[in-house]
């Protein structure tokens, strides 16, 4: 079974702005990370927060986890052509370090 | 090898009939997931290997499917019997260790047709 849902599913934008996208999940978690799928292929891991963290910044990109409405947000600032893709979250459960579940993604295209 | 690599990227395979899926991860990764996607929508927990433990298969749709481990290296995946809702694309993972909980690295995945 999934373990988040990322909201929007879809995000169209224009070059320049700023891209945020929610994931929620249901069960404690040791930690929340984020990957990006081109073309329905493999995934690139590209930040991962732990649960007693709040913010977390990489690039171009910011994280934030509320582990009490258990959700995250992904931000991605200044967005280029080249950030169109499937953004998904993806949690380790607390009690369970073994898995790693994704979301349901939020497919994001960004117009030049 | 410098990533996770996945063998065959394509797989076309007539209803009733085997597949095996292989994954061979980045050297040193003690775990290894298999994971299935199909098209637009989310990636569906299969397997998990960690080391030398027992894998979850709690994820396994039904008996049909199996998967093995040899040691920290090279996993199959066999689908038996395949059926058209089969179809999908197969994407393995390894890290490097799953606890706390490291960035896993992806195959590029097997894309499979049951016709």
């Known amino acids: 079974s999934q373990q988040g849902e990322e909201d929007p599913q879809a995000l169209s934008i224009q070059e320049g702005e700023n891209a945020t996208m929610n994931c929620s999940y249901k069960t404690s978690i040791n930690n929340l990370q984020w990957y990006r799928q081109n073309s329905g292929r493999g995934l690139v891991h590209l930040i991962l927060i732990r649960s007693n963290e709040r913010e977390k910044h990489s690039g171009r990109l910011r994280v934030t986890l509320d582990t009490s409405k258990k959700s995250s947000s992904l931000l991605i600032t200044a967005s280029r052509a080249a950030d169109t893709a499937s953004y998904f979250c993806a949690t380790v459960p607390y009690r369970n370090t073994d898995k790693l579940i994704f979301g349901t993604g939020t497919r994001l295209q960004v117009f030049p | 090898g410098a990533g996770v690599s996945q063998s065959p990227s394509n797989k076309v395979t007539e209803k009733g009939k085997d597949v095996e899926l292989r994954c061979d991860p980045i050297s040193g990764h003690t775990a290894l997931y298999w994971y299935r996607q199909r098209l637009g929508q989310g990636l569906e927990f299969l397997i998990y290997f960690q080391g030398n433990s027992a894998p979850d298969k709690s994820g396994l749709p039904s008996d049909r499917f199996s998967a093995e481990r040899t040691g920290e290296s090279v996993s199959t995946l066999t689908i038996q019997r395949t059926q058209q809702e089969d179809s999908a694309v197969y994407l393995c993972?390894?890290?490097?260790?799953?606890?706390?909980?490291?960035?896993?690295?992806f195959g590029q995945g097997t894309r499979l047709t049951v016709v």
């Open positions: 993972a390894s890290s490097l260790t799953s606890s706390p909980g490291h960035g896993a690295f």
